[in-house]
């Protein structure tokens, strides 16, 4: 593909409701979207940096400028998808930035040929079961509210966001209301130690299918710890930027489940890698979500039908987060999302709402 241009642009997309995690609160999801223009295509990506470095060390005003001096100067004129990676080597970290520059060059390229994100992953379904992750709520009852909410809606997997003092009593409270057969998992983004160890213990009382990156991003060490004196079972996020890193934590047992994010590891054919892996090692993965306009969305659920996706993801339907989305919205249908077909990411922008939600745009010639 010949990359004539790229256009970063920035929208604001305000939240239905606020989004409280162990790390902040959102309100307005401030999303940078990178459309890269060929000759023959356009390509369309979601950058996932929040805000504020809180999640990860990526931000969105960081990410956009790492892309403008580092990236695009760094691509060869000519460059399909896997060159991006092969290009973008020597620069370090800045995975979630090198992801939306590739997802965009690997989009126009499936636009050109008439390929589908699924089909071009390996897509085994046409179709995903979905999870949501729910927020920290002020209080017990406003929190079985919104659990009923999400489960009158379809959605087969409840995650709970967990920190310090907001974490036996939720889980608690949500078993004894909806019962031992809601599958029921928790997240807790990084929030404890490993003297924590006892009290994270009493979650081995309600069957939870796993506790979400309990340590920080870096301890590898100590989850393989943690893992030992827990039943439930531990699931990597934060801590998994690469296979690499997920070979590293299969080999140490650090963890039994792997959350694939595609922005936090560079990309979707990084996210593949690290299925193919995990699946090989037993290890079950599942889709995680970084509050995604359907554009994003839209490639997740595709990564989702890969056949070792075992787990629901938390890919949710579009007004879990957004009143009115950049794409047409994405609905749950039985607590599923369809697998888009048509070419790429098989979505289109929808030009009234972007230009509604645009903050800025900024045009770079390659
Ligand atoms: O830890 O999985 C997480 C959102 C932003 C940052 C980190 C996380 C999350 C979520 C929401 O849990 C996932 C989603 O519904 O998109
Ligand atoms: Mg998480």
């Known amino acids: 593909m010949k990359i004539t241009g790229v256009e970063l642009r920035r929208i604001a997309m305000p939240l239905v409701s606020p989004f409280r995690t162990s790390f902040g609160t959102e309100t307005t999801r401030d999303v940078l979207l990178v459309r890269v223009v060929t000759p023959d295509a356009e390509g369309w990506a979601e950058c996932v940096a929040m805000s504020e470095p809180r999640y990860s060390p990526e931000y969105v005003d960081g990410a956009a400028e790492v892309i403008r001096r580092f990236l695009l100067p760094a691509l060869p004129v000519n460059v399909d998808a896997y060159g991006v990676g092969h290009a973008l080597e020597p620069i370090k970290g800045h995975r979630m930035a090198k992801a939306a520059l590739e997802t965009a060059v690997l989009d126009a390229q499936l636009r050109a040929s008439g390929e589908s994100f699924g089909r071009f992953l390996g897509a085994t379904r046409d179709r995903v079961p979905c999870g949501v992750s729910v927020g920290i709520m002020e209080t017990i009852p406003q929190l079985l509210s919104v659990v009923e909410g999400y489960l009158d809606e379809g959605y087969v997997r409840i995650k709970l966001k967990i920190e310090p003092g907001h974490d036996i009593e939720p889980v608690r409270a949500v078993r004894e209301r909806f019962g031992d057969d809601v599958l029921l998992q928790v997240d807790a983004n990084a929030a404890y130690t490993l003297a924590d160890v006892q009290h994270l213990s009493r979650l081995d009382d309600f069957g939870l299918l796993l506790i979400e990156q309990p340590l920080a991003n870096d301890d590898l060490v100590q989850h393989a710890q943690l893992a030992k004196r827990l039943r439930t079972p531990i699931c990597l996020d934060e801590s998994i930027e690469s296979a690499a890193h997920a070979a590293a934590a299969i080999s140490l047992g650090s963890c039994s489940i792997v959350n694939i994010k595609p922005g936090r590891v560079g990309g979707y054919l990084e996210a593949r890698r690290i299925h ?91």
């Not at 193919?276 to 997740?300: Q, Y």
């Open 276 to 366: 193919d892996l995990c699946r090989a090692h037993g290890i079950a993965v599942w889709c995680g979500g970084m509050l995604e306009t359907g554009l994003g969305r839209a490639a997740n659920v595709a990564l989702a039908a890969l056949p070792g996706f075992t787990l629901p993801g938390d890919t949710s339907g579009s007004r879990r987060y957004f009143a009115t989305d950049v794409t047409a919205p994405f609905e749950l249908e039985g607590g599923h999302l369809a697998v888009p077909t048509g070419p790429g990411l098989g979505v289109e922008p929808l030009p009234d709402v972007l230009e509604e939600v645009t903050t800025s745009t900024e045009w770079i010639t390659v």
